[in-house]
């Protein structure tokens, strides 16, 4: 089970790791994270792309992250 998301971490890996993250990433305006080019770009540069604040949308992930149990 993941523990922490980074920025940096590209949107494919993320997914892969673990689906139920693709719910917040919809809400929050990525409505592409099916597309090809959205699975090799990093978290930041597909909030920035979207106009998100990267740092918030990581804040949200961990924190969904923290509280979900196996």
Do not use: W, Y
């Not at 997914?15 to 919809?26: N, S």
């Not at 305006?29 to 099916?34: L, S, V």
């Not at 978290?43 to 961990?62: P, Q, R, T």
Request: hydrophobic content about 45%; some cysteine; aromatic content about 2%.
């Amino acid at each position: 089970m993941m523990k922490e998301v980074t920025k940096d971490m590209l949107i494919g890996d993320i997914l892969r790791e673990d689906a139920t993250i693709a719910p917040i990433l919809m809400a929050s305006g990525m409505h592409c994270i099916g597309c090809p080019a959205s699975q090799g770009e990093s978290l930041e540069e597909a909030a920035l792309v979207h106009g998100i604040d990267s740092d918030e949308l990581v804040a949200k992930i961990n924190e969904f992250l923290s509280t979900k149990t196996v």
